[in-house]
């Protein structure tokens, strides 16, 4: 219980006036550099078989998954406003049977619907009904491989019976996706098909107060694609969203990478291109992350549901909202070894608690903040990442990360002050599954999700442990421009 026993000796020095041996960092907060959104932190379901990277996906399609689990519909609850996204590869696979008509109808003479991939108007229902029980907001991937080739345009048949059924039932959807990953199809034809898409949403929503979003192109990192696919659509997007994992579940040496800057860095440095595009090509829209987790090919067990990977999802949530992305979806809420949620019970992964923290602390301001050190074990490379958000109500919420797995900073903050509400997360280990608040285990009982409650900052300098992660809520500071 070393981390424990760490962050419980900290707060004993601090009371008796010792004095603790840290190395000396500087965190600066200062000017408003971006802004975010209510409903950032989000999450989303795929459509994986039951036989891909068994037991990973086994029950966790979105057909499939229990959506009136009492524990699953807590924790989506404790997510919202987040947006659920449904997408994923196989959702370019989905046909949906309108009118109890059959899939095979559907899809078109000659073809035959893998029953896995049949969408029923009443499982359609049950995705619904979850969103609007929770309170996310439902954004759907819709099929775009309904064409001759990769050169052709979209065959819209079964989409306009699908938004027709959607709008007769009264159905709320947030927002529709059009194709995921699909860097293969022609960016001028999936321009020209977003613009078809949009025209029928238009016509569909025309006499309602408001419509579904437009969100897309869903795809890798790809700057040249994302320049073409902009150039032609970026005009009718309300959301630019992009994909973007840095590596592979495949990789045993994932844990070790995660703990470093380098790894961390490539979160933005991977999407740059695509960022750029979106600010000259489509500025007016939002931009998410559309899909994301610390590693693709579903993740790797033991790593992307423990705690070592809530240092990239951190240090991810404040990347993002640095560069004015208005949502994270997280792959997965549910499904593979990268759930926000254990595939198994439906608990909490360690990652869902930060997701936590920084949906119920932080509002849309995004302020500057640098952090400066030393003694960093990281290839000379200083391990301590600062963020800083003002708070959802008042007050600057600052995210302090520490990767180092040996090295403790006391960080002198400039910029802020006041009295403080702390939320630090630690654990035994890099690979527990059940983290600690403030030195307490935070186990959720039933369908109730735990109360993450502060305690009361000291003042002065903070102490960040080796591997620490701290939500840092200075209350009564005033928010710059906010």
């Known amino acids: 219980k070393k981390n424990s026993a760490m962050l419980h000796s900290v707060a004993l020095l601090a ?44 029950n966790m399609s979105v057909i499939k998954i229990d959506l009136t689990s009492p524990t699953l519909l807590a924790a989506g609850k404790a ?25 095979d109808y559907w899809a078109g003479p000659g073809q035959t619907v893998d029953p896995a991939f049949c969408l029923s108007m009443s499982k359609w229902a049950e995705i619904v009904a979850f969103a609007q029980n929770t309170g996310l907001r439902l954004v759907f991937g819709l099929n775009a491989m309904v064409r001759k080739d990769d050169h052709s345009p979209l065959n819209f048949t079964n989409h306009a019976a699908f938004l027709a059924h959607i709008r007769a039932e009264n159905q709320p959807v947030y927002g529709f996706e059009l194709g995921n990953e699909l860097p293969k199809v022609d960016p ?14 238009d016509s569909t929503w025309k006499d309602t107060p408001s419509k579904p979003l437009l969100c897309g192109s869903d795809n890798n990192p790809d700057p040249s694609y994302s320049h073409t696919f902009l ?28 703990m470093t800057t380098s790894y961390l860095d490539q979160q933005y440095l991977r999407a740059k291109g695509d960022i750029d595009n979106w600010i000259s090509l489509a500025r007016h829209a939002e931009i998410w992350l559309g899909e994301g987790a610390a590693a693709w090919h579903s993740g790797r067990e033991n790593v992307t549901n423990r705690f070592v990977s809530s240092f990239w999802y951190a240090d991810t949530l404040g990347q993002l909202t640095a560069h004015n992305h208005s949502a994270f979806c997280r792959q997965t809420l549910l499904g593979g070894a990268y759930g926000l949620l254990d595939r198994i019970t439906y608990l909490p992964n360690p990652d869902f608690y930060v997701g936590l923290l920084w949906g119920q602390l932080t509002g849309s301001t995004v302020l500057n903040a640098t952090a400066q050190a030393s003694g960093s074990s990281d290839q000379g ?14 007050g600057v919420v600052l995210l302090l990360i520490n990767i180092d797995k040996h090295v403790t900073y006391s960080v002198s903050v400039q910029g802020l002050a006041g009295p403080r509400e702390d939320y630090v997360l630690s654990a035994d280990s890099l690979d527990d599954q059940i983290i600690r608040l403030n030195g307490n285990s935070i186990v959720m009982s039933g369908s109730s999700v735990p109360e993450l409650k502060p305690s009361a900052g000291s003042g002065g300098a903070i102490t960040m442990a080796p591997t620490t992660i701290g939500f840092f809520h200075f209350t009564s500071q005033a928010c710059p421009g906010g």
Request: glycine share 10%.
């Open 15 to 58: 009371l008796t006036g010792a004095v603790w041996a840290a190395n000396p960092a500087t965190v600066s907060v200062g000017s408003p550099i971006a802004t975010t959104a209510k409903g950032f932190v989000s999450a989303n379901f795929d459509w994986h078989k039951d036989s891909e990277e068994v037991p990973l996906w086994i």
């Open 231 to 258: 150039s032609v659509a970026g005009a009718v997007l309300d959301v630019f969203t992009y994909h973007n994992y840095i590596d592979t579940g495949l990789d045993k040496d994932l844990a070790t990478k995660i």
């Open 79 to 103: 997510l919202a406003p987040g947006h659920l996204r449904i997408g994923g590869s196989e959702g370019d696979k989905i046909i949906y049977n309108v009118d109890n008509k059959g899939c």
């Open 381 to 394: 490379t200083h391990t301590l990442r600062a963020y800083a958000v003002c708070g959802a109500q008042h």
């Open 188 to 201: 001028k034809v999936m321009g020209q098909d977003y613009i078809t898409l949009r025209g029928m949403i």
